[in-house]
């Protein structure tokens, strides 16, 4: 009876193993994208479609092979497995992109996302099976389970509602433009006409480009137009539809001498 729990949770430990790769691979992704972008626009895209091959990926190449194998070799080693599944990794997204899109430079533009989430779900399984400690825990502690296995979920949260509430300058930057453009909202009605410019520019870091010019955006649910002059707020208008309020750009504004 102990042996077929100990293997349903080595069995479970696959799909949670995928789903941790997803994250942390997203996760890598957004840090990569600020540090050579200046902002992370385009994770929301990424998160989105890697969800989606990961779970084709998981119900067709990984549950069937996880099931046959004999996890007592030495191929589960994590310097060994996690070798393989950065290669399986790269296979198994070249076939359902390369299938599904029949674009070569699609494959190409992302196989270095489909090997590191095949690094990471090598690593994260080859440790969780080798685990015992952790495996007798949760045999013996059902709601531990289920805190345990829902801890990819609260990774998620974590970095996509938690972090961003409490510190949304600071992760600004790290955002899928979704989010960015929630904080954007929350932000600019905390100003007005007069305000130094530069705090506004500092709670929202890449967002706007210089101290003085003009800006209007439009995003769900929100709308603004801005100008700045001499690095102060000149004009701040927003609501949630340009409908709501004068949306016109005065173009001679900005071009008042500085005091």
Known sequence: MKTQKINRVKQTFGFLSTTIAWILMNLLHSVHLV??????????????????????????????????LDHSRQIFKPQIFSFITSLYGALTYSIIVGGLFRSIDLVVAYIPLALLTGLIFGIS?????????????????????????????????????????????????????????????????????GDDFETLKNSLPGYFDNGNGNMSATMPNFAFVLQVNCDKIIRLEYGKYLSDFDNTIYGKLQDKPCP
């Open 125 to 193: 399984y080859s440790l969780l099976i080798r685990a015992d400690k952790l495996i007798d825990l949760l045999i013996r502690r059902p709601f531990g389970k289920i805190i345990f296995f829902l801890s990819p979920a609260i990774l998620l949260f974590f970095f996509l509602w938690f972090l961003p509430t409490i510190a949304p300058s600071l992760f600004f930057r790290y955002m899928p433009d979704q989010i960015r453009n929630k904080i954007v909202a929350r932000t600019i009605p905390k100003y007005k006409v």
């Open 35 to 68: 540090w050579s972008d200046g902002k992370a626009g385009e994770s929301g895209v990424i998160i989105f479609w890697s969800g989606l091959f990961i779970t084709i990926a998981w119900a067709f190449f990984i549950i069937f092979p996880l099931s046959k």
